[in-house]
């Protein structure tokens, strides 16, 4: 059979319903671009000689690193931080313990890089190596520079509360002996006492160039045993040359003090900011700034598109988000004629065009009350899972072509409403997360996703923990449980809280988009309830701009209120409880029976929030 006959009739959603079936040679160039470029078209081996990478290439491998970092949360920065600054610590107690057992410096050095070793290795944020992948995307205008000082001063104030907690135990917990414990106190006052601060700046300029280079070079090196090589024999280089690294002299400086031998405010501006200001710029003049402009005008080809100018406007650039933004996400290709302004968008994930166009309907209803609003339908093509997610460009080609066939009904059906439109195609193994990640990397206000076994929701069971994913969400989701939608009967049950806040909001749409009724239905324990509850659900239309909607309360159950007042409403629309929705629908575990008892169709909206970190640690 030959590609033609292979190719006829196949679509997405029979049994090719990630995609077409690949010939051989197509399936070869997918799984060698696959392993030769990562997900962010980052090179993996060198174009020119495989085992070696030229500076352009380095450096496109940095900005896709620097891109994952400068998109983590503060908490994500801030703990790693501490890992790196505790980890300092285990340099500091080497260092000594070893010297004052050996009763020789040059020995004690030998162990001087095993902290060091730990933070590279292990991806932890240490803030001297931050003087390269940040200030590589600042520098090519994709990061703004409050953004970069964001990233340097969670890092930084993440490596002291680790040096400081690794150097309170040293003191306090026995650690070291006697004999360690004045090697530890003479090793410090060297630096504090014996050396003056324009010396300890160009020290320490040295020091910041040596981190910096060993970050360059690590991205270089395509194993992990170079990568370790490499490691050690830096930063033995900074001991042996009497260097200084910020953490290390944060932590020596908070020795001297539990000791007694220094003062607060002599220590941090005498010791610690002269090594500061040094590894700062040794790290960004000698290295970055260098290796910056040895690169051609090739080295961000993967983060920029034809036709696109992405980054930011000097004002941005300058003042991030008080100028307009502060950052621009790195794109995938199948989003590169997305542009997003201050518009309003609606995403909507379409795992089979030819049963979700109901999907496009609502999320048109809705943007259809805004002036703004635009509507993003994201084609996600799921692959097998053990072919590459990003296949060659042939079959991509191919997969192009059939999803524009496919969703030209979808393209259809929203050109009846009079709200812009765009469509984009990706294509993955991990159909769920992408949703996740699609929301992100375009700003998206709205997720309106369709509730049913054979969409995305069977293929999340399989991808990364559903507590974490769904536990932080990019933005507002609603979930919809189609049974012929019609909006012009509202049921909009609440008990107050963010996500009842996002149920009203789309309760406000609707009545603008088609003039909605709209009932509120708070259910009250027993009679005695009933005036304190219609005191509050009349307060909380007030609030919501729902004044003239029918106001109910019930008293019994919960669901049998909802149920019985749902009979004669043609829409429900319930919020999340604090337990969330997405991960409880994933995992069949949310018990709302009312949900499949009622006839109407069933809307399920759910607001981000950040969890506390008892929440995080205990759930």
Request: proline share 4%; aromatic share 8%.
């Amino acid at each position: 059979m030959d590609d033609s006959e292979r190719d006829e009739g196949t679509e997405p959603g029979d049994r090719g319903e990630s995609e077409p079936y690949p010939d051989k040679a197509d399936l070869d160039e997918s799984v060698r671009e696959a392993v030769e470029r990562s997900r962010m078209g980052a090179p993996a081996v060198g174009e020119a000689v495989r085992d070696r990478f030229s500076a352009d290439e380095v450096f496109q491998r940095i900005i896709a690193a620097a891109d994952e970092e400068v998109t983590s949360s503060g908490r994500e920065l801030f703990f790693s931080g501490i890992a790196a600054g505790f980890a300092i610590s285990i340099t500091f107690l080497l260092y000594a313990s070893l010297s004052a057992a050996t009763d020789s410096k040059l020995l004690g050095v030998l162990l001087y890089p095993l902290g060091f070793i730990y933070i590279i290795i292990g991806g932890y944020q240490l803030y001297t190596e931050n003087t390269l992948p940040p200030v590589a995307l600042t520098l090519e205008r994709i990061a703004s520079l409050p953004t970069l000082l964001r990233h340097w001063s969670i890092v930084l104030l993440g490596n002291f509360t680790g040096g400081a907690v690794g150097t309170l135990v040293l003191v306090w917990g026995g650690v070291f002996d006697p004999a360690a414990a004045a090697e530890a106190l003479a090793i410090s006052r060297k630096g504090a006492f014996e050396t003056g601060w324009w010396p300890l700046f160009f020290k320490a300029v040295f020091a910041g160039l040596i981190v910096a280079g060993v970050v360059w070079v690590g991205f270089s090196s395509r194993d992990t045993i170079s990568r370790i090589v490499v490691t050690y024999l830096a930063f033995l280089a900074i001991p042996l040359g009497g260097l200084f690294h910020v953490v290390v002299s944060f932590s020596e400086t908070l020795y001297l003090l539990l000791h007694g031998e220094i003062g607060a405010v002599v220590g941090l501006t005498e010791f610690v900011l002269p090594v500061l200001i040094g590894n700062t710029l040794g790290g960004i003049t000698l290295v970055t700034l260098v290796n910056y402009f040895q690169t051609s005008e090739d080295r961000l080809e993967s983060a920029r598109f034809a036709g696109i100018e992405r980054r930011l406007t000097p004002r941005e650039w300058a003042f991030g988000p008080f100028a307009g933004r502060s950052y621009v996400p790195i794109l995938d290709p199948s989003e590169r004629a997305l542009s997003r302004g201050d518009e309003y968008r609606i995403m909507v994930p379409i795992a089979n065009p030819r049963t979700e166009s109901n999907l496009v309907d609502v999320a048109c209803t809705l943007a259809s009350a805004r002036d703004d609003a635009t509507v993003h339908a994201v084609h996600v093509v799921q692959t097998p899972g053990y072919q590459p997610s990003r296949p060659s460009r042939r079959q991509r080609e191919r997969i192009s072509a059939e999803s524009e066939r496919l969703m030209a009904p979808i393209r259809q059906t929203a050109s009846g409403y009079d709200v812009r439109f765009e469509t984009s195609m990706t294509v993955t193994n991990r159909s769920f997360e992408e949703v996740f990640d699609a929301a992100r990397r375009t700003e998206s206000d709205l997720v309106l996703l369709g509730w049913e076994e054979d969409r995305l929701w069977s293929d999340a069971r399989a991808e990364r923990p559903l507590a974490e994913l769904t536990n932080q969400l990019p933005c507002d989701f609603l979930v919809v449980r189609d049974r012929g939608f019609e909006a012009s009967r509202i049921l909009l049950p609440t008990y107050g809280g963010p996500n009842a806040d996002l149920s009203a909001e789309v309760v406000q749409l609707l009545q603008s988009a088609v003039g909605s009724a709209v009932s509120l239905l708070h259910v009250v324990g027993s009679d005695a309830e009933r005036e304190s509850g219609e005191q509050f659900l009349e307060e909380w239309a007030l609030d919501h701009d729902l004044t003239d909607a029918e106001r109910l309360v019930e008293t019994g159950t919960v669901e049998a209120a909802i149920e019985g007042a749902a009979a004669d409403h043609t829409l429900l629309i319930l919020g999340a409880t604090e337990r969330g929705l997405l991960s409880r629908l994933l995992t069949d575990s949310l018990h709302i029976d009312v949900i499949n008892d009622v006839d109407c169709s069933v809307l399920l909206t759910e607001r981000p929030h950040e969890r506390s970190l008892f929440e995080r640690l205990f759930g």
